[in-house]
C-alpha cells in the first residue's frame, strides 16, 4: 500500500494543479486500489486528508469528474466514511452535478449521492430539500434507453418514497407516468420487482394513487394477473401477489376507486369481481378486499347487492369454513360488514343468508376473523326480528361473553360487548335478556358503561335500562354483585360525564325502585344530593330527568 500514499500526496498536488493527464493517471490508481481493498483503501483516504479537495473536483466541466464520483461511491460503501464525505460538504456539488448532460457522470453521481445517504432518513431528507426528485424524475423520462441509470434512479425513487416528506414533491412531477411506461417494456421479473419497490410507497398517497390509475398501471396489473394466474413458477407467484396487492393498494384512495368503480359498470371491476370465485387464495383474497374497499360508500354498497355480490362471498367463505385461510376469511367478513351499513342492504342481506354463513366461523380462534364476524353481525341487527332470533341463539351469546373477556384483543372484546348490547336494544325482547343473564353477560354490559368511549357507555346504559325494565327480577342478582349502582353514582357526580350518560344513568335509578335489593343500595348512597345538583343541569333533558329522579326519590323514601 505505499504506492497508495505515494498516490495520495501526489493527488493533493495535481488536484490543486489541475493538471488533468497526471490527475486522471491518480484517480485510476485509487479505483483500481479501492476495486483490491476497499476498506483499508477508504481508511488510508479518510487519513489523508484528500476528501476535502474532492469537493473542488466535482466540476461539470472536468474529465475527471465521473471518475472523482465514483471514488466516492466507492468510499461510501463503507458506513464509517459516509459522515466524513458530508463534512467535507461533498453533497452539495454531487447534486448540483445531477444536471449534467454526461450519462456517465450521472451515474457515478447517482451512486455516490445513494451510497452516502444510505440509511439516514436525514440525509435523504435534506437530499429532497434541495430538489432532487423532480432532477431525478426528469432524469428517467430522457434517459430510459440506459439501463444502468434508470436502475439508479428506481433505487433512488425506492429509498426516497419511504420518507412521508416526499411524497408531496413526487406528486408533483410525472413519476405516476413515467414508471408506467417503463413498467409497460419490462420483460424481467427482477426488472419489474424492482418497479414494484417504488410504485408501493408511492401508492399510499391519495393524489399518486390517482395518477397511476390514470396513467394506465391498473391495466398492466391485470394484464399481469391474466398471464401469471395459472402458473406454479415462484417468479410468477410472486408477481401475481405483488400486482394484485398493490390493486388492492389503488382502491383504497377514494376518487382512485371510484373512478375504477365507473357506476358498477367498469372493466376492472367487474375483472375484480371474477377472482372471487377463482381458485387461486391470492385472488380469492385481493378480490373480497377489493370489494370491501368499493363498498365504502352508500351507492357502491346498494349496487352491489342489488347485483349480487353477497351471494358470491357468501359462496367464498363457505369455501373457507373447515381448515379455511384466514386472510380470505377476514377479507371476505369485512366486504359483508361494508355492505351491510347502508340501511336499505340490511334486511336483503339477512334474507339471503348472511348471518347463516356468518356464525360458521363462531368457533374461529383467530382474533382478526372474530373481529370481523362481530362487525358484521352488529351491522346487519338493526331490525328486531333478527336481533331476536340472534339474541336467543345461545351458542353465539355464550361466545359472545367468552370474547367479552378477550383482554388480549381490545378489538374483539369491544366488538363483542357493543353487540351484546345491540341484542337487546334492537330485539327488546325478555327472552334475548334471559339467554344472556343465563349466560353471564350482565357482568359485561356493567363494566362496558365504565368504557372510555362515551358511545359504548351508552349502549351499555340504554340495554341495561331496558333490562331493568323488562327483567329486572332476572338480572337483580347479576347486577348487583356487578356493583352497578356504585358505578351510576360514580357517573352521575363526575362532571366530565356526558349528558346522556347522566341522563340514562337517571332512568336506570328509577327503574331500579321495583327491586327492594338495589333500591336499597341506591338509599345507602345517598343519591338525592348528586341527583338534585343536576336540576340546573345546562341539557334540558338531563335538568328534566333529575326533577323527576328526586320526586321519585323522595316519595319513595
Known amino acids: 500500500m505505499d504506492n497508495l500514499s505515494d498516490t495520495l500526496k501526489k493527488l493533493k498536488i495535481t488536484a490543486v494543479d489541475r493538471t488533468e493527464d497526471s490527475l486522471d493517471g491518480c484517480l485510476d490508481c485509487l479505483l483500481q486500489a479501492l476495486a483490491q481493498n476497499n476498506t483499508e483503501t477508504s481508511e488510508k483516504i479518510q ?20 471518475k472523482v464520483a465514483n471514488i466516492i461511491a466507492e468510499v461510501a460503501k463503507n458506513e464509517f466514511m459516509r459522515i466524513p464525505c458530508v463534512d467535507a460538504g461533498l453533497i452539495s456539488p454531487l447534486v448540483q452535478l445531477l444536471n449534467s448532460k454526461d450519462q456517465e457522470v450521472l451515474l457515478q453521481t447517482g451512486r455516490a449521492l445513494g451510497n452516502i445517504c444510505y440509511d439516514s432518513h436525514s440525509l435523504q431528507a435534506q437530499l429532497i430539500n434541495m430538489g432532487v426528485i423532480p432532477t431525478l424524475v426528469k432524469l428517467l423520462g430522457i434517459h430510459c434507453q440506459n439501463v444502468a441509470l434508470t436502475e439508479m434512479c428506481l433505487v433512488a425513487f425506492g429509498n426516497l418514497a419511504e420518507l412521508e416528506s416526499s411524497k408531496e414533491q413526487f406528486a408533483s412531477t410525472n413519476i405516476a407516468e413515467e414508471l408506467v411506461k417503463l413498467f409497460k417494456k419490462q420483460i424481467e421479473h427482477d426488472k419489474k420487482e424492482m418497479i414494484f419497490e417504488v410504485l ?5 398517497n391519495d393524489a399518486i394513487k390517482l395518477q397511476l390509475v390514470e396513467a394506465g398501471l391498473v391495466e398492466c396489473l391485470l394484464e399481469i394477473v391474466q398471464q401469471k394466474v ?75 347487492v342489488e347485483n349480487g355480490i353477497v351471494e358470491k362471498l357468501m359462496d367464498l367463505l363457505d369455501r373457507h369454513v373447515e381448515d379455511g385461510n384466514v386472510t380470505v376469511q377476514h377479507a371476505a367478513l369485512s366486504a359483508l360488514r361494508n355492505l351491510a351499513i347502508p340501511v336499505i342492504n340490511k334486511a336483503k342481506m339477512l334474507s339471503s343468508g348472511v348471518t347463516e354463513t356468518v356464525l360458521k366461523f363462531l368457533k374461529s380462534e ?21 336481533a331476536e332470533q340472534l339474541g336467543k341463539n345461545v351458542k353465539l351469546v355464550e361466545r359472545l ?89 360514580k357517573l ?66
Not at 369481481?273 to 351507492?299: K, M, T, V
Not at 383467530?366 to 333478527?386: N, S, W
Not at 327491586?515 to 343536576?534: I, N, T
Request: charged share 20%; hydrophobic share 45%.
Open 230 to 304: 395459472d402458473s406454479d413458477k415462484e417468479d410468477d407467484i410472486a408477481e401475481l401477489k405483488t400486482a394484485s396487492d398493490l390493486m388492492v393498494l389503488l382502491l383504497l384512495g377514494d376518487e382512485s376507486m371510484q373512478k375504477l368503480f365507473e357506476g358498477g359498470k367498469g372493466n376492472v371491476f367487474q375483472r375484480v369481481l371474477s377472482w372471487i370465485p377463482s381458485n387461486n387464495h391470492q385472488l380469492q383474497l385481493a378480490g373480497a378486499l377489493a370489494i370491501a374497499n368499493f363498498a365504502r360508500n352508500d351507492g357502491n354498497c346498494i349496487h352491489m
Open 366 to 386: 383467530m382474533p382478526p376473523v372474530q373481529f370481523k364476524l362481530l362487525g358484521t353481525l352488529r351491522m346487519l341487527i338493526d331490525a328486531q326480528e333478527a
Open 492 to 557: 352521575l357526580a363526575d362532571e366530565r360525564s356526558a349528558p346522556e350518560i347522566k341522563y340514562n344513568s337517571m332512568v336506570l335509578i328509577c327503574a331500579f325502585m321495583g327491586s327492594d335489593a338495589l333500591y336499597k343500595e341506591v338509599q345507602d348512597l345517598a343519591f338525592l344530593d348528586v341527583v338534585s345538583k343536576l336540576r340546573s343541569h345546562e341539557n334540558k333533558s338531563v335538568a328534566q330527568q333529575a326533577s323527576l329522579t328526586e320526586q321519585r326519590l323522595t316519595v319513595e323514601s
Open 401 to 489: 361473553v367468552e370474547w367479552c373477556e378477550a383482554k388480549d384483543h381490545a378489538g374483539v372484546m369491544g366488538e363483542s360487548n357493543r353487540l351484546l348490547s345491540a341484542l337487546i336494544r334492537h330485539s327488546k325482547s325478555k327472552d334475548v335478556i334471559k339467554t344472556i343473564v343465563q349466560s353471564g353477560g350482565i357482568k359485561h354490559l356493567v363494566t362496558m358503561a365504565t368504557s372510555e368511549h362515551v358511545i359504548m357507555q351508552n349502549e351499555a346504559l340504554v340495554a341495561l335500562a331496558l333490562i331493568s325494565a323488562l327483567e329486572l327480577g332476572t338480572a337483580e342478582k347479576d347486577l348487583e354483585s356487578a356493583k352497578l349502582v356504585q358505578i351510576l353514582h
Open 47 to 66: 487519513g489523508s486528508g484528500i476528501l476535502q479537495l474532492f469537493a473542488s473536483l466535482l466540476s461539470p466541466q472536468s474529465s475527471c469528474t465521473a
Open 200 to 204: 408501493a410507497p408511492l401508492a399510499e
